[in-house]
């Protein structure tokens, strides 16, 4: 038996204003609040423990410092990447240059923190 990925944690300065802009993302919904003040977030009608992982948004005044050694890579389910990608930049996310040459097949946004994340081209399924 492996292990799966059951939820990742953001640490976040607005887990409030994070978690809306990911549930918008996603199609995710409030799961609970812990006491911290974190959030989690995660697919409706499945909660954790699903076949998706859910997201905490953790408070933190920590300022980022440096890339990230990790981040998310989403597919549009329902419109194509054009579609897809105007609908992120109107929910809030923004582009950013990495130091891609304009011949990827992928959009790197950030969210509202600055987190970065790829659209990919693909079109999947939904779950």
Known sequence: MACRISELVI??????GLAAFWSRVLGYVELGREPDGSIEIGPPGVG????LPTLVLSPSSDPRVGKLRLHIDVNATDRDQDAELERLLALGAKPVDIGQTGAEDWHVL???EGNEFCLLHARLRPL
């Not at 640490?11 to 409030?16: L, N, Q, R, V, Y």
């Not at 954790?48 to 076949?51: L, T, V």
């Open 110 to 112: 950030a969210d509202p």
């Open 11 to 16: 640490d976040c300065a607005d887990p409030e």
């Open 48 to 51: 954790s423990g699903g076949p």
